[in-house]
């Protein structure tokens, strides 16, 4: 280390040539605001010297491009990307993105701790900063079946790891506010340490109550009211934009000088398709942009208030002493990425060739049998019933009461008010649950979809106008090892395997992206607007959103945190 500070005074005192000099660039101060044509010195993975003249061994000509520091994903489960964590990073690094902070809990609800030591290993092979936190809910919730369980004794080993900062979203926070031992439990592991939050719609003295707990941030904000409150209380606010939860715009307005220490941007769930299309925390900065939010305080809240707000206080700067993660741009206005540097590493496409990522895992976690027609009868009292309601653009769904054909004691699917029947399938070989329930929203007049990917316990959700094309489109998914599988007529439409662990691909990121575009055009053929009908399928599975949910133990009224007869 003495051999580094002595290099590292002598590149910035300008007595030896620099590692890394990155000539006249405009460098856009996050704490003044203002903008300074300059030279940029870097001796290995820092920062050393602002200013003209200094040489360089190897000297990058920014030609007065505009230089900000590395965006930071505040929130993100990597496996939503459904390629590795390594192809993740070849995709999103590029475009900006020097620092992750991972929830792995996808991962970890499919295959425990072996998912969350696969994680790590495949941090420690990136050249993009991956923090991994440990994951706080896993299973989310009692209310369903999760392959996996980690408590407070099995995250305790891991604290010390170099990426780890902390524990991953508090997903369940009815357990927070019932007092439950297990959920405490992890709490009081982490006080004197960081705490991720996840609190939708969360208010008053429940939120005082959660905050109490020291949870420090928050993801799941989708309304200004609430946002303000949260802010006003001290909590950091994680503005998203991912896939289907796009909660920029409702947002915006709360990204201020007055508050953007206090807010950051993240994914959380954005697949290859949005990635190739829009972007990263780039899109978030340029759409920020947009909506009205000051240049300033969209880049301060992409980097520096990001940084601090995890306690990450060597990066989110371009200035001495600061982590060499820079980004040029050719426009501030649209974040047009022009080059990236990440700890003093020039990103090129030669730097993702030929690495060797770990093995994969948990290619067997479809532990289950094949299924019949008849599981997916749903015998009723009457016609009148629970109905969730799909709200585009948005995770939350709503409770509706319908009445739909009934006969035999059985309740159907009417496709021509657009409802069908919504299945969740248990798939980790513990007891085979299947439950069954119906919804309102996809637009799918005939045929089946069917995903291995269920948040967030990950058993397979299926949703169809027939039962025989459910069974159809999981047998399938079963035979593939996982993934999306679309069916119509007892024909397979199209299909994307997902072998690791029932989430991930091994191949590369641009044949998914492929992949999945064909699949988004069958899916639209059957009749859908929905953008991503597999994301929001996923998302039904998920007992900590509100309102109605269905899991493999049957539905959920997750304002009342209690299952209910469908």
């Given at each position: 280390m003495n051999e580094f500070l002595e290099a590292c005074i002598d590149q910035a005192l300008g007595t030896?040539?620099?590692?890394?000099?990155?000539?006249?660039?405009?460098?856009?101060?996050?704490?003044?605001?203002?903008?300074?044509?300059?030279?940029?010195?870097?001796?290995?993975?820092?920062?050393?010297g602002i200013g003209a003249g200094y040489q360089g061994r190897r000297v990058i000509a920014a030609a007065g491009r505009i230089a900000v520091p590395g965006f930071i994903d505040t929130h993100v489960h990597c496996e939503s990307s459904l390629v590795t964590p390594m192809e993740f990073e070849a995709c999103v690094l590029p475009?900006?993105?020097?620092?992750?902070?991972?929830?792995?809990?996808?991962?970890?609800?499919?295959?425990?701790?072996?998912?969350l030591d696969y994680m790590l290993d495949c941090a420690s092979r990136m050249v993009m900063d991956l923090r991994v936190q440990l994951s706080s809910c896993v299973p989310a919730t009692m209310l369903e079946t999760a392959g996996a369980r980690m408590?407070?004794?099995?995250?305790?080993?891991?604290?010390?790891?170099g990426q780890v900062?902390?524990?991953?979203?508090?997903?369940?926070?009815?357990?927070?506010?019932?007092?439950?031992?297990?959920?405490?439990?992890?709490?009081?592991?982490?006080?004197?340490?960081?705490?991720?939050?996840?609190?939708?719609?969360?208010?008053?003295?429940?939120?005082?109550?959660?905050?109490?707990?020291?949870?420090?941030?928050?993801?799941?904000?989708?309304?200004?009211?609430?946002?303000?409150?949260?802010?006003?209380?001290?909590?950091?606010?994680?503005?998203?934009?991912g896939t289907i939860c796009k909660d920029l715009a409702a947002l915006a307005p709360a990204l201020t000088a007055e508050t953007s220490l206090l807010c950051s941007f993240c994914t959380?769930?954005?697949?290859?398709?949005?990635?190739?299309?829009?972007?990263?925390?780039?899109?978030?900065?340029?759409?920020?942009i947009a909506l009205g939010v000051a240049p300033l305080h969209a880049y301060r809240a992409a980097s520096f208030?990001?940084?601090?707000?995890?306690?990450?206080?060597?990066?989110?700067?371009?200035?001495?002493?600061?982590?060499?993660?820079?980004?040029?741009?050719?426009?501030?206005?649209?974040?047009?990425?022009?080059q990236v540097i990440a700890r003093g590493i020039v990103v090129e496409p030669a730097l993702f060739a030929g690495r060797s990522p770990?093995?994969?895992?948990?290619?067997?976690?479809?532990?289950?049998?094949?299924?019949?027609?008849?599981?997916?009868?749903?015998?009723?009292a009457g016609p009148a019933g629970p109905v969730i309601g799909i709200i585009p653009g948005r995770?939350?769904?709503?409770?509706?009461?319908?009445?739909?054909?009934?006969?035999?004691?059985?309740?159907?699917?009417?496709?021509?008010?657009?409802?069908?029947?919504?299945?969740?399938?248990?798939?980790?070989?513990?007891?085979?649950?299947?439950?069954?329930?119906?919804?309102?929203?996809?637009?799918?007049?005939?045929?089946?979809?069917?995903?291995?990917?269920?948040?967030?316990?990950?058993?397979?959700?299926?949703?169809?106008?027939?039962?025989?094309?459910m069974a159809c489109a999981v047998n399938h998914l079963l035979d593939q090892g996982g993934g999306f599988v679309a069916v119509r007529d007892g024909v397979v439409l199209g299909a994307l395997a997902l072998p690791m662990a029932g989430l991930i691909s091994l191949e590369p990121f641009d044949v998914v992206r492929a992949s999945l575009e064909a699949l988004r055009t069958v899916v639209r053929g059957m009749g859908t607007s929905l953008p991503e009908p597999f994301l929001q399928l996923a998302f039904l599975a998920l007992p900590v959103i509100p309102h109605l949910k269905i899991t493999d133990r049957g539905l959920v009224d997750v304002d009342r945190f209690a299952l209910i007869t469908g």
């Open positions: 030896t040539p620099a590692d890394l000099v990155i000539r006249d660039a405009d460098v856009f101060n996050l704490v003044t605001g203002t903008r300074t044509r300059t030279d940029i010195a870097i001796c290995g993975d820092r920062i050393v475009r900006g993105t020097t620092t992750a902070v991972c929830d792995p809990h996808e991962i970890c609800n499919v295959l425990g701790t072996g998912g408590d407070a004794a099995d995250l305790a080993p891991y604290r010390a790891e900062i902390g524990l991953a979203e508090m997903m369940n926070f009815p357990g927070l506010l019932a007092k439950d031992p297990v959920v405490l439990d992890k709490l009081a592991l982490f006080q004197s340490g960081h705490i991720d939050g996840h609190a939708p719609l969360l208010r008053g003295r429940a939120l005082n109550a959660y905050l109490a707990c020291r949870v420090r941030n928050d993801h799941e904000t989708t309304g200004l009211d609430e946002a303000l409150e949260k802010l006003e209380k001290g909590m950091h606010l994680l503005i998203r934009e959380d769930d954005r697949n290859p398709l949005d990635i190739f299309e829009e972007g990263h925390i780039d899109h978030l900065i340029r759409r920020s208030s990001a940084a601090r707000g995890f306690g990450m206080t060597d990066r989110g700067l371009i200035a001495p002493g600061q982590r060499a993660d820079i980004v040029l741009l050719d426009d501030l206005e649209t974040c047009a990425v022009a770990p093995a994969p895992i948990g290619l067997d976690s479809m532990r289950r049998a094949p299924v019949a027609t008849a599981d997916f009868r749903a015998p009723t995770i939350v769904t709503e409770f509706l009461t319908m009445d739909l054909p009934w006969s035999d004691g059985l309740r159907h699917p009417d496709p021509a008010r657009d409802v069908l029947k919504v299945a969740v399938i248990e798939r980790h070989g513990v007891n085979g649950n299947i439950a069954c329930g119906f919804v309102r929203g996809f637009g799918i007049t005939a045929g089946a979809l069917a995903s291995s990917v269920g948040h967030d316990s990950h058993n397979i959700c299926a949703v169809g106008a027939s039962d025989a094309d």
